[in-house]
């Protein structure tokens, strides 16, 4: 059984675009974490969030993680090609190693 | 700097065959696990290991078998190879304790006919 859903599933914007992605639970995580993957490769964390509330920035990415810890939202300012990827979230519950991965988000900023 | 090495990098099954994939990381971390990653499905865990000798079953163990006699290696085994197990298997490690970060192998690219 999948906990974590992304939404949406499939994206294709236009370059200079901003975009959110969001990753929602029933279960509340103890920490959760946004991967990027690109074709052929393993995904590659972008961060980890571990505080209900708490925001991330990474240059132009943006990281919430709710305040109730059972869901997380990305937002990209300004999509470049690069940022063309899978985005994947993943969880982890108190007490456990367990990684549960989300459904992904496939991402396409098109130039 | 290898990280988390898998072989082999494609394979090619018929129905019933038995292979094993290969999983070794440098990094000396106790967590590993094995992951299949299908269309819309995002990552699901097969089996994972929190040290050597220990191992667990993650939410899509059948037809799988792990085990791990090393901190280094954390092979999966695949039984009876059918066609459903057709996907790309991911191995990951970190260090223990939640919001580790997880390092990933380059995948493995199955196919059962």
């Given at each position: 059984t999948q906990l974590l859903e992304q939404s949406p599933q499939f994206l294709s914007i236009q370059e200079g675009e901003n975009l959110t992605v969001y990753c929602n639970s029933s279960s509340v995580f103890s920490s959760l974490q946004w991967y990027r993957q690109e074709p052929g490769e393993g995904p590659v964390l972008l961060v980890t969030v571990v505080t209900g509330g708490e925001v991330k920035k990474l240059k132009r990415l943006t990281f919430q993680f709710g305040d109730a810890r059972k869901d997380s939202s990305l937002h990209i300012t300004a999509?470049?090609?690069?940022?063309?990827g899978l985005y994947l979230c993943a969880g982890t519950t108190s007490g456990t190693y367990k990684y549960i991965f989300g459904t992904g988000t496939r991402l396409k900023v098109l130039a | 700097n290898a990280g988390v090495t898998q072989t082999p990098k494609f394979q090619v099954l018929k129905t019933g065959q038995s292979m094993t994939l290969q999983c070794a990381q440098?990094?000396?971390?106790?967590y590993m696990s094995w992951y299949r990653q299908d269309p819309g499905m995002g990552l699901r865990l097969i089996h994972y290991s929190v040290g050597a000798g220990i191992t667990d079953q993650g939410e899509v163990p059948n037809g799988y078998n792990v085990s791990r006699s090393t901190t280094e290696d954390f092979p999966l085994r695949l039984l009876s190879a059918a066609p459903s197990q057709t996907s790309v298997y991911f191995c990951a490690s970190s260090r223990p304790g939640g919001g580790a970060e997880a390092f990933f192998g380059q995948g493995t690219r199955l196919t059962v006919v």
């Amino acid at each position: 059984t999948q906990l974590l859903e992304q939404s949406p599933q499939f994206l294709s914007i236009q370059e200079g675009e901003n975009l959110t992605v969001y990753c929602n639970s029933s279960s509340v995580f103890s920490s959760l974490q946004w991967y990027r993957q690109e074709p052929g490769e393993g995904p590659v964390l972008l961060v980890t969030v571990v505080t209900g509330g708490e925001v991330k920035k990474l240059k132009r990415l943006t990281f919430q993680f709710g305040d109730a810890r059972k869901d997380s939202s990305l937002h990209i300012t300004a999509a470049q090609p690069g940022d063309t990827g899978l985005y994947l979230c993943a969880g982890t519950t108190s007490g456990t190693y367990k990684y549960i991965f989300g459904t992904g988000t496939r991402l396409k900023v098109l130039a | 700097n290898a990280g988390v090495t898998q072989t082999p990098k494609f394979q090619v099954l018929k129905t019933g065959q038995s292979m094993t994939l290969q999983c070794a990381q440098d990094m000396n971390h106790e967590y590993m696990s094995w992951y299949r990653q299908d269309p819309g499905m995002g990552l699901r865990l097969i089996h994972y290991s929190v040290g050597a000798g220990i191992t667990d079953q993650g939410e899509v163990p059948n037809g799988y078998n792990v085990s791990r006699s090393t901190t280094e290696d954390f092979p999966l085994r695949l039984l009876s190879a059918a066609p459903s197990q057709t996907s790309v298997y991911f191995c990951a490690s970190s260090r223990p304790g939640g919001g580790a970060e997880a390092f990933f192998g380059q995948g493995t690219r199955l196919t059962v006919v």
